[in-house]
């Protein structure tokens, strides 16, 4: 069985505005309530589909 998790906030902003913020994924930490850090796998460090992300909980 897998693990799910899931919320939802409104958030007063541009869909722009909170891209540039969670596409930073160094800074999770700083707006996730349950990942408190993660890092790249790979360089480039740019998002793309199916990219190796670390998130720690």
Aim: with cysteine.
């Amino acid at each position: 069985m897998a693990y799910e998790l899931s919320d939802s906030i409104t958030i007063n902003a541009s869909p722009s505005a909170v891209f540039n913020l969670l596409k930073d994924i160094t800074r999770t930490g700083e707006w996730s309530a349950q990942c408190y850090r993660a890092h790249w796998n790979e360089v480039p460090r740019v998002l793309f589909l199916g990219i190796c992300l670390d998130f720690h909980y």
